[in-house]
């Protein structure tokens, strides 16, 4: 069984800055992918950022800039820094990672989310 368990959301006025955490744990054989998404009230899931095993980034041209996507294989964890928030960027924010487990192909698995609100 995995789990990937966020923390770091909050609130935070316009300009200030956020770092969430996701950290996977469980019968882990390997993580592929990892990524970070959102969905604010009334709107789809969007991709925010994603990060490859070999740390190739990809981000969203609305947070290109302002957020930085990394990882820590040895911990299981990929983090999000974002800095010069804005009220847009309210949403709760969903850490998402490709895994394989022990004895099992590989299967894309989420957290529980977390709330970041931008006061403005």
């Known amino acids: 069984q995995v789990q990937l368990v966020e923390s770091g959301g909050g609130l935070v006025q316009a300009g200030g800055s956020l770092r969430l955490s996701c950290v996977a744990s469980?019968?882990?054989?390997?993580?592929?992918?990892m990524g970070w998404f959102r969905q604010a009230p009334g709107k789809q899931r969007e991709l925010v950022a994603s990060?490859?095993?070999?740390?190739?980034?990809n981000y969203v041209d609305s947070v290109k800039g302002r957020f930085t996507i990394s990882r820590d294989n040895a911990k299981n964890t990929v983090y999000l820094q974002m800095d010069s928030l804005k009220p847009e960027d309210t949403a709760v924010y969903y850490c998402?990672?490709?895994?394989?487990?022990?004895?099992?192909?590989?299967?894309?698995?989420w957290g529980q989310g977390t709330q970041v609100t931008v006061s403005s």
């Open positions: 990060i490859t095993r070999f740390s190739s980034t």
């Open positions: 998402n990672a490709d895994i394989r487990t022990y004895g099992s192909s590989w299967s894309k698995y």
């Open positions: 469980g019968s882990i054989f390997g993580i592929n992918n």
